[in-house]
């Protein structure tokens, strides 16, 4: 079995405070509105970290999914009845390199 390639993306969020599990909760329901399930279980889409004090957040997805998976996240304008816009910082195909920018101050 081949092993599937992946992308790590990092996120900030904006225009509200959010805790993880409320992260969590948004980034879900974005990804299951505009894909579908059978378009999440393709994309795999896994919630890795969350900083609160930095309102950062980077998940994992598959690479034949990384546009749609982008689309549908960035498609989040409203969590809550309150705007939010969650905004992509980076994109890599290591963990390391996502994870060493968010720690920068």
């Excluded at 505009?34 to 994992?60: I, P, T």
């Excluded at 963990?95 to 060493?100: F, N, Q, R, S």
Aim: positive net charge; proline residues 2%; aromatic residues 10%.
């Amino acid at each position: 079995m081949i092993r599937a390639k992946k992308r790590y993306l990092l996120y900030k969020v904006e225009g509200q405070v959010l805790d993880e599990r409320s992260c969590r909760n948004a980034v879900t329901s974005a990804v299951y509105i505009f894909l579908g399930e059978k378009g999440a279980s393709e994309a795999n889409v896994k919630f890795m970290g969350f900083d609160a004090a930095k309102q950062a957040f980077f998940l994992r997805c598959a690479l034949g999914s990384l546009e749609s998976t982008i689309a549908a996240i960035a498609l989040q304008t409203s969590f809550n009845a309150k705007p939010i816009a969650l905004r992509l910082e980076k994109m890599s195909g290591s963990v390391k390199h996502v994870w060493e920018s968010q720690r920068k101050p």
